[in-house]
């Protein structure tokens, strides 16, 4: 008789042991992605570029377009 009752209570232990780790997937599923995944999802606020880097990244790959268009010529 007694034996019976400690396997009840190691198997109710296991019980609330799988019920919780139960509990903490279906919770973990229904989180929004931008705090589940790194990569982020569609919640991930976007970067916004000032207009003065705008201007200066357009600057410079325009010198490279024209570098490359320079080497181009200078090849023929």
Known sequence: ??????????L???IAILQEA???????EYKPAAKNAPG??????KH???PEGRKRIAEAQRKR???AKKAAKAAK
Do not use: H, P, T, Y
């Not at 008789?1 to 190691?10: T, V």
């Open 40 to 45: 982020g999802d569609k919640a991930r606020k």
């Open 12 to 14: 109710d232990a296991e």
């Open 1 to 10: 008789m007694q034996s019976s009752k400690k396997l009840l209570a190691q």
């Open 22 to 28: 139960r509990r903490i997937l279906v919770e973990d």
């Open 48 to 50: 916004v570029m000032s």
């Open 65 to 67: 377009w024209a570098a």
